[in-house]
Nanobody, 113 residues
Framework: QVQLVESGGGLVQPGGSLRLSCAASGFTFSTYTMAWFRQAPGKGREFVAS???????NYAVSVKGRFTISRDNAKNTVYLQMNSLKVEDTAVYYC???????WGQGTQVTVSS
């Protein structure tokens, strides 16, 4: 059974940084492309970043150059380092193993002064 547990969210001022983590279990983590999505209040869920099993990465235009996705296959964990945060980054952040239907519970990121 696929399980995804996100953590690391919180309240941060504009320009600040946060590091999100997603602990995965129930599947062969190293063989799956992992991704982060986010959903802001009143909006649909949108793609943020992805990383293949071989650590090739892809980013949404809105976060490129500010966010970095990485993974530790030994720990079955994917990370999202978020720097230079903006108010518009406020959202619930979710991780996902692509090609599976499962979502975690998400972690709230609020960027506000």
């Amino acid at each position: 059974q696929v399980q995804l547990v996100e953590s690391g969210g919180g309240l941060v001022q504009p320009g600040g940084s946060l590091r999100l983590s997603c602990a995965a279990s129930g599947f062969t983590f190293s063989t799956y492309t992992m991704a982060w999505f986010r959903q802001a209040p009143g909006k649909g869920r949108e793609f943020v970043a992805s990383i293949t099993g071989g650590s090739s990465t892809n980013y949404a235009v809105s976060v490129k150059g500010r966010f970095t996705i990485s993974r530790d296959n030994a720990k079955n964990t994917v990370y999202l380092q978020m720097n230079s945060l903006k108010v518009e980054d406020t959202a619930v952040y979710y991780c996902k193993a692509l090609s599976t239907p499962n979502w975690g519970q998400g972690t709230q990121v609020t960027v506000s002064s």
